[in-house]
Structure formats: C-alpha cells, structure tokens
C-alpha cells in the first residue's frame, strides 16, 4: 500500500512486487524462520492504520521529515503521503513489534510508532509494546552524485544510486563518477569530506570491515584507484544476489505461492490483535 503514494501503472505494480520478493528471498531471507507477505492483501493493516490515524494530530505529521522533503520535491503531496507514517506504525504494532530493524532517516517514523502505542495503551488499556530500533552500524548511505543527501531507490539522477540488479559494468561505472573532492587522500571525514567518507562507508559495508580497515586498504591509493577498489567489494557481494534474483524471476508461481503462504501466517497473527483492537475502541 505504500507504494501508491506514488501513482504507479499496476501491471508494473504487480510485476515489481514480485521482484521484491525474488531480492529479498535472494538476500537471504528464510521463509521458515520469516514471514514473507503482500501487505495489501493483510486488511488488518489498513484498518489498524485509520484507528491509529484518529489519535495522531496533523502537525505530529507536518514535521516529519520524509513529508517535508518529499512534498517539497513534488511541491505538494497526496494525503496518502501525509499519512503513510501511520500505515507504517500500523505495519509495526499489528505484530506487536517489539524491536525494529530501519534506517536511521527512518528513527523519527519508528518515534511516531512508540507515540501511538503510548496513547493507544493509556487511552483504551495496555495491547501494544513499544518498538525499539535495530540499527546497523551502516545507519545511511548517501546518493553518490550528492553525498548531502541519502541514496534513494526514488532518486531521478540514475548515477546516483547502486540497485542490487545493476550489471558489474553498471557499478563499476556509477562508483568511478561518484562525487568526491580535490584532495586524493582517502580519509573518513563526513563532516569535511562526504563524498569519500561515503565510499568508505559502502567499502565497509559491502566488504563486512570496519570503516577503520577500509581506511587502511586505502592506504597508498589516491580517491581515482580507491573507486576501483570500492567498486570490487560491491561487484563481488551483489554479485551472487543479482544471479539468484534472475533466477528466481523464472519461477513466477514459486514467488506468488510464498506471497500466498506468508499472506497466510501474517493473518493468523494479525487477525486477533485487530479483534482485540476492535473491542477496546468499542466496534463490537
């Protein structure tokens, strides 16, 4: 439901989220230990969303930060925009989340999640933990043409982001026009230096070092051969993603009957927390 905040042509709609479940089945998520679902065919979010929607205030909304950027870019925004936070809150607490792997551009929206859960509990009586944030020591990785700002999936600039089905070409070749600066040390700065201190984030992450030993790999090398080195550790870990995404897109049925399976268990958790809902808010 997220991704209509956006228009979108629903054939591509439903082939992309086929897509997604092939990446993250080949990112390694393991549907016997996890719940992999199409939230759109979950109604319980939806319903929790406008529960939770009628004790939220319009200026909570108003400031956060995913809405000012995004409406600003569109110079205006749809009320799905506006509200998305709650869906997303939703999405957490019809689990009864109680610790949330996100982003750190997401902290705020996962803030807004522990708000509901407070005023839903002291208003209507105790139902939901407050979720608690799971970061990872990569908290954010920046837009390769404007290291200012994160990458993003939405981002128009197409050099700007690394998607998990670029060809090795395509990396090699976005990573060698990342914006850097005019001093050819590779140090890690990201108050001085963003766009270096950037690459040596995506060094660290994709090669599973510290930021301190990606410092040191660099070590003799100036920012034009340091990209080359980047752009071998994101080659090598996308790699074997990208190929097993290929072959998973072959197997439409395989995708739709874990979609199918996932969609099963999620509403056989979601089901009696949205009756419990249900009868504390007084509908039956």
């Known amino acids: 439901m997220h991704s209509i905040t956006q228009p979108q042509d629903p054939t591509q709609l439903r082939n992309n989220i086929l ?3 092939a990446s993250l089945l080949a990112c390694g998520i393991n549907t016997e230990k996890a719940i992999l679902f199409q939230q759109s065919q979950v109604p319980e979010h939806a319903e929790l969303s406008w529960i939770l929607g009628c004790l939220t205030s319009m200026p909570r909304l108003r400031h956060l930060p ?13 009320v799905g925009l506006y509200t998305y936070p709650i869906l997303q809150a939703a999405d957490i607490l019809l689990y009864k989340s109680t610790h949330v792997p996100v982003g750190e551009d997401q902290v705020q929206h996962l803030d807004l999640a ?7 509990n002291n208003h209507y009586g105790k139902l939901f933990p407050e979720p608690h944030a ?6 954010k990785v920046k837009s390769l043409r ?3 700002a994160k990458m993003s999936k939405s981002d128009p600039q197409k050099m700007a982001t690394i998607t998990i089905t670029d060809s ?3 990396i090699a070749f976005k990573i060698r026009r990342a914006v850097t600066d005019f001093t050819s040390e590779v140090t890690f700065d990201p108050e001085t230096r963003l766009g270096v201190s950037n690459l040596v984030t995506i060094h660290a992450a994709m090669a599973m070092i510290s ?8 070590r003799g090398l100036d920012t034009g051969a340091y990209k080359g080195l980047v752009a071998e550790a994101v080659i090598q870990r996308l790699t074997p993603i990208r190929e097993e995404i290929e072959r998973l897109r072959t197997d439409r049925a395989h995708l739709e009957q874990v979609l199918v399976e ?9 089901a009696p927390v949205l009756a419990e809902v249900r009868r504390k808010v007084g509908f039956c």
Do not use: C
């Open 134 to 139: 799971l970061l990872s020591s990569t908290r």
């Open 146 to 148: 404007d290291p200012s």
């Open 168 to 170: 090795p070409e395509d």
């Open 114 to 120: 522990q708000d509901l859960a407070r005023i839903f």
């Open 19 to 21: 897509d997604m479940t």
């Open 211 to 218: 930021v301190e030993e990606a410092v040191a790999q660099a």
């Open 66 to 78: 995913q809405w000012k950027m995004k409406s600003k870019q569109k110079n205006e925004g749809s």
């Open 262 to 270: 996932g969609t099963r268990k999620a509403r056989e958790l979601a």
